[in-house]
């Protein structure tokens, strides 16, 4: 069946003053029905972008320059604004680190929901309200036909989160982007937040495209996971494969560093070396400068997707094609 999300070799180019730096380069995704796919790589990445490239929030000097994006076989990446406004809130939910990006502090969380059921469902105010009410019992907020009056700043860090996650599903979408949605919170109240995310793929047969550096909330949610790194996608596959069995040496190192949900000790990525600037990627795999296992292709060519087993790596280790006969 038709995926629910569909990345083809996505590019996103930010024009700066040094030239037209490519922040996604050739990035390709699937995401069924009801599954979770965990977005994984350090900071600068590509994961939010690919994220806002999906929900149409790219803004210049950045600007979507090749590829396609379909949304239950809708093109959706080259729509007019108006209609992507449309389909963001009704059949794209959008949940951030920060609740109060998605939070009006000045109205009661339960207008705002109501008014969003309003905006994408055909419901009369009282039966929006009801629904309401219900959605905020269903992401575990305590006594909602009291708490649905409460204004943003009355609820704790992991409540409002709660209520983001209410205010992204109300609408029924069929996918979710989630970045980094977990960050802000307590230790204690991420694994809540992260089995209420979960539960919507399970019980409401959401697609969620989950963006996070933690590759220990990925472990815990997801059911597919895509390594990113310098804008391309570094490894994908099943989420059990990909742990137990990394394949790109990036992948292994950020393996290696999985931290426990109820650890305290969150260990960075124990691969020498940082991430490459936009404006400085390595000619051929960009990782090479930090590969233990790199040899002389892999700082000319440029290693592209292959199909291992369920798995798909872009790593010339995996690759037998001599690099003559490469394109
Ligand atoms: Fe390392 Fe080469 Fe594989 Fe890149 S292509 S990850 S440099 S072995
Ligand atoms: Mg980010």
Redesign the pocket.
């Known amino acids: 069946t038709e995926p629910v999300l569909s990345v083809r070799n996505l590019q996103v180019e930010f024009a700066s003053r040094r030239g037209t730096l490519r922040a996604i380069d050739d990035v390709s995704f699937d995401i069924a029905k009801g599954e979770v796919l965990g977005v994984v790589g350090e900071s600068g990445a590509g994961k939010s972008v690919t994220g806002l490239a999906v929900i149409g929030l790219i803004d210049p000097p950045g600007r979507i320059a090749g590829g396609e994006i379909h949304l239950a076989g809708l093109r959706i990446d080259n729509l007019p604004p108006e209609e992507m406004r449309r389909i963001r809130g009704k059949r794209i939910g959008m949940i951030f680190q920060d609740p109060l990006t998605s939070l009006n502090p000045l109205y009661r969380v339960g207008d705002q929901i109501v008014e969003t059921i309003r905006t994408h469902l055909n419901l009369s105010e009282q039966a929006a309200r009801r629904r309401a009410i219900d959605l905020l019992a269903e992401v575990g907020i305590p006594a909602p036909e009291k708490r649905i009056d409460g204004y943003p700043h009355e609820f704790s860090g992991g409540m409002r989160q709660r209520v983001v996650i209410a205010l992204a599903i109300c609408a029924e979408p069929e996918l979710i982007i989630a970045d980094e949605p977990t960050t802000a919170l307590d230790v204690s109240v991420q694994a809540q937040i992260i089995s209420l995310i979960k539960r919507l793929g399970r019980d409401h047969g959401t697609a969620v495209m989950l963006v996070t550096h933690d590759m220990g909330v990925i472990a815990e949610t997801s059911d597919r996971v895509a390594v990113m790194y310098a804008g391309r996608v570094a490894e994908i596959g099943p989420v059990q494969d990909v742990v137990r069995n990394p394949l790109?040496?990036?992948a292994k190192g950020l393996m290696g560093a999985i931290p426990t949900l109820a650890g305290e000790d969150k260990r960075l990525v124990q691969i020498p070396g940082s991430m490459p600037r936009l404006s400085a990627i390595p000619r051929?795999?960009s990782?090479?400068p930090r590969?233990a296992?790199?040899?002389d292709?892999?700082r000319v060519d440029r290693?592209e997707p292959l199909p291992q087993g369920a798995q798909s790596v872009a790593?010339?280790?995996y690759d037998n094609v001599p690099a003559e006969s490469a394109a």
């Open positions: 790109h040496p990036y051929g795999c990782f090479n590969c296992f790199a040899f292709r892999c290693p790593c010339h280790l």
